[in-house]
């Protein structure tokens, strides 16, 4: 079955240290994305790429770095720089039709520091 | 500023009271408005995406609509199974998605 795995779950780091949540597709989409959601908030976008070896800051990247290595890998880096790190991580991705601008997501990373 | 507003924040409903959900936007250059639902603690799963004023989509018990302001969701007969938060988006160029802060819907047998 096609799809989006983030791994894991559930994540808990103590604080001053990066963590890197796991995000795969086997969609052959072109673009994928990192959202943020905090409860009472919509989603924010953290960082979005179109293309291997190329990404572009969202709306609240600092304290975030991704990498996109390959088309089915986008993994997201949290630093020790972001302020308020625990949140739900969300990853998304979508086809590169240019009339389509659908996301599709995955199940999501539940990241809590202390 | 773009922005997506969505109402109520939350709503509850007996098994079979219809009603509808809204989505206000102001945004320039609208290129779609997407539905999602989104289970608690899961990743949301696309609905609907609706392109101009005017056009309609179904799916089982949910009938979304657009106009150049806003779009509704309309929730015909729900069944406790319906429950969950919806999500609307709204597609302003190519990668900008802006989402709602969603409605909560529960429906009570």
Known sequence: DGGITQSPKYLFRKEGQNVTLSCEQNLNHDAMYWYRQDPGQGLRLIYYSQIVNDFQKGDIAEGYSVSREKKESFPLTVTSAQKNPTAFYLCASRAGDPFSYEQYFGPGTRLTVT | ?109
Not at chain 2, 28 to 42: A, E, I, N, T
Not at chain 2, 64 to 84: G, N, Q, Y
């Open chain 2, 1 to 109: 500023e773009d922005q997506v507003t969505q109402s109520p924040e939350a709503l509850r409903l007996q098994e079979g009271e219809s009603s509808s959900l809204n989505c206000s936007y102001t945004v320039s250059g609208l290129r779609g408005l997407f539905w999602y639902r989104q289970d608690p603690g899961k990743g949301p799963e696309f609905l609907f995406t609706l392109y101009s004023a005017g056009e309609e989509k179904e799916k089982e018990r949910l009938k979304a609509t657009l106009t150049k302001k806003e779009s509704f969701l309309h929730i015909t007969a729900p069944k406790p199974e319906d429950s969950a938060t919806y999500l609307c988006a709204v597609q302003r160029n190519n990668n900008d998605m802006r989402f709602g802060a969603g409605t909560r819907l529960t429906v009570k047998p």
